[in-house]
């Protein structure tokens, strides 16, 4: 919401485009797609990239003219830049976004703890950047609209969905009138109130939380680094917790939780928001003034479909799942599934792939779901407290973090990481005899190699890492030009090596969204060639 | 420890918490459980000890109003303690 006289579009900073409904001509031209993606969203459009990068082409639906209004999600984690750079996109998040790695969390007015999430020269990413979801929407578009595979239909509903003989009908509404698009597949990217879900009578399961909060931002000359602050038990809020972040152009986000006693509807009025948001400035001792840009309410849940996938319809993002807001998980674990699907999907439809690799999508990315959920039910309850027993623990290790460093770890936010797909069937069975290194399932382990970063090394597509020259050399001539393989031969005895567990002869077979598929102590090609016609379901593979 | 020393503790902990006044007494008495619990270092001990506190705590015989000493407590049913 906006202050009074502002329309839902109408920035302080930020210019939203306005984007016209397709030409009838055109449309009417176009009533096939091997891709329909519903959803013009950050999911959406990272799906449609990540199948232009495999050559598909798609069409994006969209009913809105612009893109979501607000700020947002704000926080960008590290494995969704490894995303972006993968899609070679990553230059104007760097550029705009604020990186960060320290969080400060203050006990009743007093700093009890500083906290450093994992960084290092080995890091080519921080491990956090703040942005604005409509920035992330505007740079993903900037890539969409330069695509020559991606069509994008604004102001275009999906009014009815069937199963057809070829895949699937959508009915599409927009100003001209309805027309129907034969989809080969669809993919569900329209977010948590998913028209998609509802036609084909899913339901989400879960628990709704009772926890209420409200995000505001504001634009103010205030001076602080971009580090994170948690206030517990603040003056301005006695009882509850308020989180403040920074923000690019001048904005800051300001989150705090509702008292049961607060209702959603006097909460939300903008006299009760300024009213809440000049308490907390008072409290961190900004004197200046401040405009109000923006604000919204949101509350707690851990819902899921029970499978992301139904026929020729994927679920990908808020569509499929709804997490809770501390952790940062609901937009990158969104890109993340858009990753997952967007190359799963092209290698499919390309042909490098068998269609097995499909079945996959589901059970890694639900898994990331579920564990996303123990993590931030953990931190709700530490953040929010609902009950007077886990208030009164959570004092006491906050009162006692500032002396003993064991106290702190409890108040220390888990963050988001990459999930480790054991048990997909698109890994190699085990963890592969290994006494360090990402284990099978994992993301591979950044490192710094020759002046610049492993990740740099990795193709496009699967990628064998190869300690010691001499497997390198076999394995050039055992993969045939059909297959989408990159060979990295990297020194051994190095720091790499020694990163990875790796002895002379060991291998890693890296997929093309970074993950581990198969790691050997000691490799042959045959191995690692088997390797990936079994993880990329070929025929003929050994399964 | 000795009898002796546990009497030192209790009297202590009694110190402790007339000190800090009865509006911070039960933060007070969170913070010493978790620092002897870390104290401990074996986190099994420290759980059952966390089960073990809360026997003989039932409704009729609400804290204060009972002489805790005075009842024989069979460890065997503290687990079913609500």
């Known amino acids: ?543 | 420890m000795t009898d002796r020393d546990i009497e030192a503790v209790y009297e202590a902990i009694a110190t402790q918490i007339d000190k800090v006044g009865p509006a911070n007494a039960e933060l007070y008495l969170a913070k010493l459980a978790l620092l002897l619990a870390n104290e401990i270092g074996d986190h099994r001990r420290a759980l059952k000890c966390v089960t073990d506190a809360s026997a003989s705590l039932t409704e009729d015989t609400a804290p204060g109003t009972a002489d805790a000493g005075s009842h024989h407590r069979n460890p065997s049913t503290a687990g079913e303690q609500k």
């Open chain 1, 1 to 543: 919401m906006r202050p009074e006289g502002r329309s839902e579009t109408d920035s302080l900073y930020f210019k939203y485009p306005h984007f016209t409904a397709p030409e009838k001509a055109v449309r009417d031209a176009g009533t096939q797609a091997r891709v329909a993606i519903v959803g013009a969203g950050p999911v959406g459009m990272t799906a449609a990239l990540a199948l232009a990068k495999e050559g598909i082409p798609s069409i994006i639906f969209d009913n809105k003219s612009t893109f979501n209004d607000g700020s947002r999600a704000i926080c960008v984690a590290r494995p969704s830049y490894y995303i972006l750079e993968s899609l070679g996109i990553a230059a104007p998040f760097i550029e705009k976004a604020l990186g960060w790695t320290t969080g400060r969390s203050f006990f009743r007015g007093r700093q009890i703890l500083e906290f450093h999430m994992p960084d290092s020269e080995d890091e080519k990413f921080r491990p956090m950047y703040n942005l604005q979801q409509q920035f992330i929407e505007a740079f993903l578009w900037q890539a969409v609209a330069a695509s020559d595979l991606i069509e994008t239909r604004w102001q275009s509903s999906v009014e009815g969905i069937e199963d057809s003989e070829s895949g699937v009908r959508l009915t599409i509404k927009d100003p001209e009138g309805d027309y129907t698009v034969e989809a080969e597949w669809v993919l569900a990217c329209d977010g948590a109130r998913s028209g998609i879900r509802s036609k084909r009578g899913l339901r989400l399961q879960g628990e709704n939380f009772e926890g209420r909060y409200v995000i505001a931002d504001v634009q103010m000359d205030h001076d602080y680094p971009t580090i994170r602050r948690a206030l517990f038990d603040p003056a301005c809020r006695p009882g509850g917790t308020v989180l403040i972040h920074r923000q690019p152009d001048n904005i800051w986000r300001i989150d705090y939780q509702l008292e049961d006693h607060e209702t959603t509807e006097d909460a939300i009025r903008e006299s009760t928001v300024r009213d809440s948001v000049q308490a907390v400035l008072d409290e961190i001792g900004h004197k200046g003034r401040w405009e109000l840009e923006w604000w919204s309410v949101y509350s707690a849940n851990t819902l899921a479909l029970d499978d992301y996938r139904d026929g020729r319809v994927f679920f990908v993002g808020d569509s499929a799942h709804i997490v809770p807001i501390f952790g940062v998980r609901g937009l990158n674990n969104g890109l993340a599934d858009a990753a997952n699907i967007g190359w799963k999907l092209g290698w499919v439809l390309n042909g490098k792939a068998g269609e097995a690799l499909l079945d996959s999508y589901s059970p890694e990315r639900r898994g990331a779901t579920l564990d996303v959920f123990a993590n931030a039910s953990k931190s709700a309850r530490f953040m929010t407290p609902n009950s007077h027993g886990w208030r009164l623990m959570r004092d006491a290790a906050l009162s006692l973090a500032l002396d003993h460093p064991f106290a702190g770890a409890l108040a220390n936010p888990r963050q988001m990481t990459a999930y480790t797909y054991s048990d997909s069937p698109a890994v190699m069975p085990g963890t592969g005899q290994f006494d360090t290194g990402p284990t099978i399932g994992a993301v591979f382990q950044e490192t710094a190699v020759d002046g610049g970063f492993l990740s740099e090394k990795l193709g496009s597509g699967f990628t064998v890492l190869c300690f010691g020259d001499d497997l390198a050399g076999q394995l050039g001539a055992s993969f045939s030009d059909a297959d989408d393989i990159t060979i990295v031969a990297l020194p051994c005895p190095s720091p790499v090596a020694e990163t990875y567990g790796a002895e002379p002869g060991s291998s890693y077979l890296i997929r093309p969204d970074g993950h581990v598929a198969g790691r050997w102590k000691s490799a042959d090609a045959a191995t690692v060639v088997d390797a990936y016609r079994a993880v990329t379901f070929q025929k003929g593979a050994r399964q």
